[in-house]
């Protein structure tokens, strides 16, 4: 499956962007889905997770209440809304897949630049 991300930019500290991640192939419902983050020099970050069928969602508790993760099966795309960035939520975001109990596929990732 591959995936593509889109939607990352520059933003001042309390704005929203939408992050999308579109997948080709027949099986994006067999898969979790889950964005990630990186800065430069750590090691990247789990940000939130959907199961398949979108009923369960999981998030880093840094972003709970301001981030949401969705999913349209219909279109094969995972989104992450951010609201109320933050200079700290600067970094590539990346797409994931995960069928078991690591992850299957990444995206190439789409950076995000919050400014205070």
């Known amino acids: 499956e591959q995936l593509v991300e889109s939607g990352g930019g520059q933003m001042q500290a309390g704005g929203s962007l939408r992050l999308s991640c579109a997948a080709s192939?027949?099986?994006?419902?067999?898969?979790?889905k889950g964005w990630f983050r990186q800065v430069p020099g750590k090691e990247r970050e789990f940000v939130a997770v959907?199961?398949?069928?979108?009923?369960?969602?999981n998030y880093k508790d840094s972003v709970k209440g301001r981030f949401t993760i969705s999913r349209d099966n219909a279109r094969n795309t995972v989104y992450l809304q951010m609201n109320n960035l933050k200079p700290e939520d600067t970094a590539v975001y990346y797409c994931?897949?995960?069928?078991?109990?690591?992850?299957?596929?990444w995206g190439q990732g789409t950076q995000v630049t919050v400014s205070s």
């Open positions: 192939g027949r099986s994006f419902r067999n898969y979790d």
């Open positions: 994931a897949a995960r069928s078991g109990g690591g992850i299957d596929y």
């Open positions: 959907i199961s398949r069928d979108g009923d369960s969602t």
